[in-house]
């Protein structure tokens, strides 16, 4: 008797086979779907901005008329911005990450902070605004300055930067730490002198990502109630100024198409913006992070 | 530094004596800790901001609003000089439309993509793939916004020329291209975290690549898979840039994807780039509507962290 009959099975094999191919292209496609979106979403932009981009566009302030609109003032106020939430979301980021990765014990309170912390993560962008309008602007009075922008921004992205300088803590094997402890350093001496120059490659590519996201970021500061237009340059951290999203914004919601144009102009200038950033953390991912 | 050296007639005890009774360093072991445990409750403190200052606002608005009338209308007209009504649905309605329009171009993309990225893809092509999923992450919304509308838009009204230039549709795939890479790269660790053992247990049996993607790594990563769908749906909601520029600013109660709608976000921001005066019942309706948008994706996240937790496989 012959249980296994040899054409059934080759057949069926084949079937196997051939869906298994047709698959992984049907799995290649959908991934190269979304390459595809990356590429059409570049190649739109900068054929519509490229002749828009100029000096003048760079130097005037924002305008009415099309051809006589600029970037200046949005340009400097997203350098304004940056130089708040950098010091103030690292501080705070960097310093929350030692507590729970050095300091904290594993108890109940631990536990909350850490699961805050992943649920802070997920907290709608505008929700931030909502939070900065009140405290901020109204409660603490700075109204709608780059400093009441730049604290809402850095409580956004302190999430980030908080799992990012865990992961970079972490990493710095025990024995390193031991080893300090060893030659009778106290704590904190092992934190600062051990612990965070090995460290500090992680902590500062997280934060650098982190900050490009706040720099690309537009519905808190809308909600904050940030001018759009402005004809002078911030003078001050309460002076009011204007950010390269909102002024995009402002433009992109113009019905006159030539706005379309300035809009991807300064969508333009925003990506190279974030391309810098991102460059310099994944170079200094690349150049400084040690591997144990 | 002399203080560290060992002097004249000095004995080692009496140098460690020394360092040990020094007043700055015992002041700083003992307040660094204190500094930082600040700083930790600061994130926490964020939290409680957030959650009091919309159920304060909120309170405040339900002073004057029925919260009936709020959850269950199917009117939102705040603007409408005579009698305004403030019926939260047509917005969550709107919410919704765009929300599922990106699940379903962001699922079948993103696992499918994972599959490829996991399962298929050699090294070489993984290590380009991934980092351009990176890229496609971090584009900033307002940039995906004005995609929809000058480029997406025109195209859909090309296929579908009953299409408003304002609609669900256009938002809801852009919001799918933005939420694909969250997918896939959740999708692709959970996969990854399947360990090969048993994907070549599956192979030794005789079966194919996409038996041991399908029925073997599928199903055991399905946890995380779901997770990071529910994460990703979440970030729809939530998502504010595109459909204000893509969306328009109509809240309506109907399924209609192809006319003006308006999301819960969307609404916020419209309040806030006009001159809702301090104090007024719109104001305050902003944070009624943050309110329950914060809600929604609080839900979400409980539930994404619930799923791959209870769920998840352990090898």
Known sequence: MKYINNTVVM???????????IWKMIFLFATSLALLALVLLLIRIISQGTGYLN??????????????????????????LMLVIAPVSMFIGVGTAIYLEEYAKKNKITDFIQMNISNLAGVPSIAFGLLGLTIFVRMFALGKSILAAGFTMSLLILPVIIVAAQEAIRAVPKEQREASYGMGATK?????????????PGILTGSILALSRAVGETAPLVVLGIPVILQFLPDGLLSQFT?????????AKRPQEE?????AAGIIVLMIFLVIMNSIAITIRNKFQKRY | MASHGLEKGQSVQQLIAQSRNKKGKKIIEKSMPILLIITALIS?????????TLIFETFEFFQRVSITDYIFGTEWMPFSGNEPTYGILPLVLGTLKVSVIAALVAVPLGIAAAIYLSEYASDKARRIIKPILEVLAGVPTIVYGFFALTFITPILQQLIPSLKIFNALSPGIVVGIMILPMVASLSEDAMSS????IREGALALGATKLEVSLKVVLPAALSGIISSVVLAVSRAIGETMIVSLAGGATPRFDFNVTDSIQTMTAYIVQVSSGDAGYGTTIYYSIYAVGFTLFIFTLLMNLLAQYISKRFREEY
């Open chain 1, 55 to 80: 000096w003048d566009f760079l130097n005037n302030f924002g305008s009415r008329f099309p051809e006589k609109a600029g970037i200046k003032a949005a340009l400097v106020g997203s350098f304004y």
């Open chain 2, 44 to 52: 926490v403190f964020t939290t409680i901001g957030i959650v009091f």
């Open chain 1, 11 to 21: 057949k069926r094999m084949k079937t196997r086979l051939n869906l298994n191919k």
């Open chain 1, 259 to 263: 706005f379309q144009y300035v809009a």
């Open chain 1, 243 to 251: 950010t390269l999203p909102l002024q995009i914004f402002d433009w």
């Open chain 2, 194 to 197: 399947v360990p090969n053992s």
């Open chain 1, 188 to 200: 904190w001496q092992t934190i600062t002198r051990v612990v965070l120059p090995s460290a500090i």
